[in-house]
């Protein structure tokens, strides 16, 4: 029962882009297919998931024995750019229309704060290993959850009678403050 709390908290009361705001260049950017959200989702929820558990490891045993912790940062980094790198030689081979929707989006998921982020959050002390995998994994989750949700959102804006000023990206900003205000409201639910 707790992994479900666990699980329910990361996707939706601490989301990683509606609670946390992290995450939102991605988020923009990417938001306007759903193909193109579902391709980012996944890799940034594959990304978050290994980065933050091998972080997780250097940073407990590793940095903190041999008192290198100021490293963290260039550590997780050098991490979270292996990880993406493989990620991008992947995603061309097997999906090259998915590769040029992406774009300039995916070598950026290096310096994504979500993914950094993560990897910060999951060393504070209070996480096992198994509580940082499946936290992370679940944050990942809700990263993709909420990209593909304000995708289809973005889509509908699209061919709405939406005011001239606010076409574009205003319509979207204002989608994405309403969506964090409705997960806003499940923080007494887990």
């Known amino acids: 029962m707790e992994v479900l709390s666990w699980i329910l908290s990361a996707i939706l009361i601490q989301n990683v882009i509606l609670s946390r705001f992290l995450g939102t260049c991605p988020f ?18 594959f990304v978050i998931t290994i980065s933050a558990s091998v ?3 250097l940073y407990t045993y590793v940095l903190v024995p041999f008192e290198l912790t100021y490293m963290k940062t260039i550590v997780f980094i050098l ?30 998921i290096t310096t994504n ?8 959050i999951v060393i504070d002390g209070t996480y096992t290993f198994i509580h940082a995998l499946i936290y992370s994994f679940a944050s ?5 959850f909420i990209i593909y949700i304000f995708s ?9 009678p939406v005011p001239e000023g606010f ?9 994405a403050c309403i969506m964090a205000l409705i997960i806003a409201r499940f923080a007494g639910v887990a």
């Open 55 to 57: 972080s997780w490891l």
């Open 113 to 120: 704060c979500a993914v950094l982020g993560l990897s910060s």
């Open 79 to 108: 991490v979270i750019a292996s990880l993406v790198q493989i990620i991008e030689m992947f995603i061309k081979k097997f999906s090259p229309s998915l590769y040029r929707a992406l774009g300039i989006y995916l070598p950026l």
């Open 140 to 144: 990942g989750l809700g990263f993709l």
């Open 167 to 175: 076409k574009g990206i205003p319509i979207a900003l204002i989608t």
């Open 28 to 45: 923009l950017g990417v938001s306007k297919s759903k193909d193109s959200a579902l391709g980012m989702g996944l890799a940034v929820t």
């Open 152 to 160: 289809i959102l973005r889509q509908k804006t699209e061919g709405a």
